[in-house]
């Protein structure tokens, strides 16, 4: 997997992607710069997850940006997707990597340096780090680690890493300068009136380059 495609890291919200729907607001986040999506909907079935993640895989065709979904690896299989992201308590990393297979991408989330150190032989592709700050769309989120613990958790993994949890574009500079590839959002575009403005604002031209 690249490095690169952790650089603008949307997640999907049934909820707060409601008025565009969630196939139109990866489409128009994607044209604003988003370089990788993840399918989470904890209330869907797998089918109906497997029915999604198909229709997201049709928009995102040609882009070259990868589709992950989230926890449910029978849906990411089911539906080829490009990988699956689970969490410290959504089993067994090595078991995912069995069901994935070695080509599909495979992301845990880490909260701790424990949890960093004990990823080494896991056939990780990814760490999501975090979470960074509090945010709403995940009440159940472990204490907010901020911007020091990011670079001592990023510091602590030769893996690609992308930092977790309520990340705006006003976070950019010290989320990178802490050592990681990206940034995972949700709210910051999902939700939005214009996805891919708000996409586009987290990176935008610099002055200088081409018109």
């Known amino acids: 997997m690249r490095r690169e495609a952790l650089k603008l890291y949307l997640v999907t919200d049934p909820v707060l992607c409601a008025d565009l729907g969630v196939v139109e607001t990866v489409r128009r986040a994607v044209a604003g710069g988003v370089s990788m999506v993840q399918l989470r909907d904890k209330q869907a079935t797998t ?12 928009v995102l065709k040609g882009t070259g940006v990868p589709l ?32 994935l297979g070695p080509d599909r991408i495979l992301g845990l989330s880490c909260e701790t340096a424990e949890k960093v150190a004990a990823t080494k032989g896991m056939n990780l592709d990814y760490l999501g780090l975090g979470p960074v700050f509090a945010t709403g769309t995940k009440a159940d989120h ?13 510091s602590a993994t030769d893996l690609p890493t992308v930092a977790i949890s309520g990340l705006k574009a006003s976070h950019v500079h010290d989320v990178l300068a802490a050592g990681t590839d990206g940034l995972c959002v949700v709210s910051a575009i999902c939700g939005q009136a214009d996805p891919q ?14 018109q």
Not at 197 to 210: E, I, K, R, V, W
Request: charged letters at 20%; a negative charge.
């Open 142 to 154: 472990e204490h907010p680690i901020g911007l020091a613990g990011l670079a001592a958790l990023a």
């Open 197 to 210: 403005a708000a996409a586009a604002a987290f990176y935008p031209p610099q002055t200088g380059d081409a």
């Open 47 to 58: 089918a109906e997850r497997v029915s999604l993640a198909r229709a997201l895989m049709d």
């Open 68 to 99: 992950i979904v989230n926890d449910d690896l029978e849906a990411a299989v089911a539906s080829g997707a490009d990988g699956a992201h689970i969490g410290q308590s959504d089993g067994s990393p090595h078991r995912a990597r069995a069901l």
